[in-house]
């Protein structure tokens, strides 16, 4: 199966998913500095909601670079996983006017939150595409950032019932754990080690 049609088609929904949370954020009414204070938490929000899109679409290029097998399995998996993503941008516009609110900041966790699961569901049906020895495999078995990020997730979900603002405290706490991709697997691509050989054909 073409790899690149699906490179091509994920790419574009990380575009549109962008596209559409910044055409959410609406100018103020005012023409001073003054009238941008109350826009702040929404920026502020629309920042948080990028980076971590910023972050899924980079962990997806590497996943997708070190991938060498596609399977239908990969495929629904793949669009179980843009699923998810597509309604980063919804949950960013609820938190956006109710960012102090429990149920919103709970449901903008969970979204992330499924996106995480489904990305490890991507991985795993990846992982049943290639041999046990495969790059894929061996630097993308799940580690402790993964296993923080979902038990973070967990508990920012149920703080939001004490206080919506440690939620989004641990969801900015997640987003920094990701700032640094997976360096083996970084590395592995660029010394070619994806192709069972490295740039000089050894």
């Known amino acids: 199966m073409d790899k690149a049609r699906l490179e091509a088609f994920s790419d574009g929904v990380f575009a549109i998913i962008i596209t559409v949370m910044v055409l959410a954020l609406n100018a103020p009414d005012g023409t001073g500095i003054s009238a941008l204070a109350p826009r702040i938490s929404i920026f502020l929000t ?107 997730f967990v508990v920012a979900i149920l703080m939001a019932a004490v206080h919506p603002y440690i939620s989004l405290g641990i969801y900015v706490a997640i987003a920094g754990l990701w700032l640094v991709p997976n360096k083996p697997l970084v590395r592995a691509i660029g010394d070619g080690d994806v192709c069972g050989q490295n740039k000089n054909g050894a």
Request: charge should be positive; charged fraction near 10%; glycine fraction near 4%.
């Open 46 to 152: 629309y920042v948080l909601s990028f980076l971590y899109v910023s972050i899924f679409w980079i962990n997806h290029h590497l996943l997708l670079s070190a991938t060498r097998r596609i399977s239908p399995a990969v495929l629904w998996g793949n669009i179980n996983f843009l699923f998810w993503m597509s309604l980063v941008p919804f949950f960013t516009s609820w938190v956006d006017e109710h960012h102090a609110d429990m149920v919103p900041v709970m449901a903008y966790g969970i979204i992330f939150l499924m996106c995480v699961v489904s990305f490890r569901i991507l991985q795993w049906t990846l992982f049943r595409t290639h041999d046990a020895d495969a790059p894929i495999v061996r630097l993308l078995r799940p580690g402790q950032r993964s296993k923080i990020s979902i038990a973070g």
